[in-house]
């Protein structure tokens, strides 16, 4: 069982390059979700999905794209990346919809 | 809407001193409360949760914490710190019933134990 598995964990991009974080869970949650964690601001809810195929925002949403085909994905797009993305991201997972299993994280910085 | 106010951005104790992180919380509707722990470059780790029942709960690592609905607080304690309890702590609500699956946390405190 190896829960949720983030890649990449660094990645540095220049500005108005896309990119795909990959999140992957083995533990057939159908609820998962993307973070972002910046300094001093905790951690910010970008998207989440109640299942394959339902997605929808969270706090941060502006410049990324989610999609969710299968249980087991969910991939985390940035569009045109922008310094102010610069972050570290954290994929999670649930059975239920409380108890949040989190990734490894990606560290991103976008010069 | 639910927020969380961690009351304090970092804490600094002696080892084998008691602790306390305070957290405080608003919400118009029933909550679960959850305390993450993360080490440094790593990913977080489920401390222990509030769902229902007892107001006190207990955690991995000596860690507890006590649900006050009348003051909205989840204040986490633990009666002895160690070295390896050097670590950022998070406090976040969970809003149940209704539509709302959006977790909350506050900013974190930041506990450094001191030999």
């Known amino acids: 069982n190896a829960g949720v598995t983030q890649t990449p964990k660094f990645q540095v991009l220049k500005t108005g390059q896309s990119m795909t974080l990959q999140c992957a869970q083995d533990?057939?949650?159908?609820?998962m979700s993307w973070y972002r964690q910046d300094p001093g601001m905790g951690l910010r809810l970008i998207h989440y999905?109640?299942?394959?195929?339902?997605?929808d925002q969270g706090e941060v949403p502006n410049g990324y794209n989610v999609s969710r085909s299968t249980t087991e994905d969910f991939p985390l797009r940035l569009l045109s990346a922008a310094p102010s993305q610069t972050s570290v991201y954290f994929c999670?997972?649930?059975?239920?919809?409380?108890?949040?299993?989190f990734g490894p994280g990606t560290r991103l910085l976008v010069l | 809407a639910q927020s969380v106010t961690q009351l304090d951005s970092q804490v600094p104790v002696f080892e084998e001193a008691p602790v306390e992180l305070r957290c405080n919380y608003s919400?118009?509707?029933?909550?679960?409360l959850f305390w993450y722990v993360q080490y440094p470059n790593q990913g977080l780790q489920l401390l222990l949760k509030?769902?229902?029942?007892?107001?006190l709960v207990k955690g991995i690592n000596g860690f507890e914490a006590e649900f006050n609905k009348s003051q909205t607080s989840f204040h986490l304690r633990k009666p002895s710190v160690h070295i390896s309890d050097t670590a950022e702590y998070f406090c976040?609500?969970?809003?149940?019933?209704?539509?709302?699956?959006?977790?909350?946390f506050g900013k974190g405190t930041l506990l450094t134990v001191n030999p």
């Open positions: 976040a609500v969970w809003g149940s019933g209704g539509s709302n699956y959006k977790l909350t």
């Open positions: 509030y769902l229902s029942g007892s107001t």
């Open positions: 533990m057939n949650h159908e609820y």
């Open positions: 919400s118009s509707v029933s909550v679960y």
């Open positions: 999670a997972s649930s059975d239920r919809q409380e108890t949040q299993y």
């Open positions: 999905s109640v299942g394959a195929g339902i997605t």
